[in-house]
């Protein structure tokens, strides 16, 4: 048997917990849906039409993933650090070009998460035409609370709430996406062969809006869970 060595130790596997499970769940890669509420498009200033747009996306690295309840420090290069309440789906079952009716056989589950976002940055990328990855893929951004197993159902509906040190800032329904779960699914394998492990953010609602170190976000979503973070301060 030959025993593969490394120049240094490689990076330990991201994971997280299952509900009703001893065992956690690997996870692979992490995509996120941008504009999937129309209210919160309007609040960017970015209204969707349906029947003209198109779903888009944007990655993070897995080694943004965090878990809820985790204090983060308060990133650098940034002033408007914002919160992002949304509903992730987790990928169960590989898939690539899916029909939207068959979109629900490839889901494992769902968790609640907050797409963390250096809005500053995004918006200067976002408005001179630049990748966003400054403004989006920053370091410990991607919250993820418990997985709840979930096999093939489509989650149709279900409130979804944020407060930060206990105030409503973002309020919504699962109902209310633009493209629903079927739709995201079938869409983004026809770019990537989706995988076992593979995150999808599915969007967040109105409401987005800045924290600062000391705060304390809570997100929840019914039939789904509960998500936490807290805000550390810049090192
Ligand atoms: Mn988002």
Redesign the pocket.
């Known amino acids: 048997m030959t025993t593969t060595s490394y120049l240094w130790t490689p990076p330990p596997v991201r994971s997280l917990p299952v509900r009703g499970r001893t065992e956690r769940a690997p996870i692979n890669r992490l995509f996120?849906?941008?504009r999937n509420y129309h209210a919160h498009a309007v609040e960017m200033g970015k209204p969707v039409d349906k029947a003209s747009a198109k779903l888009f996306y944007f990655t993070k690295a897995p080694q943004t993933l965090v878990e809820s309840g985790a204090t983060v420090a308060y990133p650098p290069q940034t002033a408007n650090f914002h919160h992002?309440m949304?509903l992730v789906v987790v990928i169960g079952v590989p898939g690539f070009n899916v029909p939207v009716e068959d979109a629900d056989k490839l889901i494992y589950g769902y968790a609640c998460g907050l797409?963390m976002?250096r809005r500053d940055l995004q918006l200067v990328a976002r408005d001179q035409g630049r990748p966003w990855d400054l403004g989006k893929d920053v370091e410990d951004s991607s919250v993820v609370s418990e997985i709840v197993p979930m096999p093939g159902v489509v989650l149709e509906r279900g409130a979804l709430a944020l407060t930060v040190n206990g105030q409503p800032r973002q309020q919504s329904d699962v109902a209310m996406l633009i493209w629903n779960i079927r739709e995201v699914i079938a869409d983004l394998s026809r770019f990537y062969h989706l995988q076992t492990g593979d995150l999808i953010?599915t969007?967040?609602p109105e409401g987005v809006g800045p924290v600062i170190a000391g705060d304390r976000i809570d997100g929840h979503i019914d039939g789904v869970g509960e998500i936490r973070l807290h805000i550390g301060a810049a090192e």
């Open positions: 996120f849906v941008g992002e949304e797409d976002t953010f969007g967040t």
